[in-house]
């Protein structure tokens, strides 16, 4: 679990670049359009590194794999869905488009992981 809060940590460091990056870097060279696809994969990185910490730290307090899977599809949804939206953003690939629903979906997966886990632990 050390490991999955230093990723989360990290996660979040990363989110707060990428927002000033945006805030500063991009503001001139994006359109509007694509300068709000990649602040809400700023934003969904961000919620969701919060949400790692608060796993690890859930996990210290009732120990179950629903949680440590839970962490583990909320990683990949970080990755898939907010690195795809930062890669449409700045490459206009298309292509990158489709992943993010998937990434989205590793979200949803993440969250009802955590609520069977608080289900599974309420006595």
Known sequence: MKILLSL????????????????HGLKSKLSETLLNTFQTGVQYQMYHSLALI????????MPQSLLFYSAGFMFAGIILFSG???????TQ?????????????????GWA???AAALKGAS
């Open 8 to 23: 989360a940590a990290c996660s979040a460091l990363i989110s707060v670049v990428l927002g000033a990056f945006a805030a």
């Open 93 to 109: 690939i298309k292509w990158f488009g489709p992943i993010t629903p998937i990434g989205g979906v590793c979200f949803i997966v």
């Open 113 to 115: 992981l955590l609520a």
């Open 54 to 61: 608060l796993l690890v730290i859930l996990y210290r307090q």
């Open 84 to 90: 795809s939206l930062y890669m449409l953003a700045l």
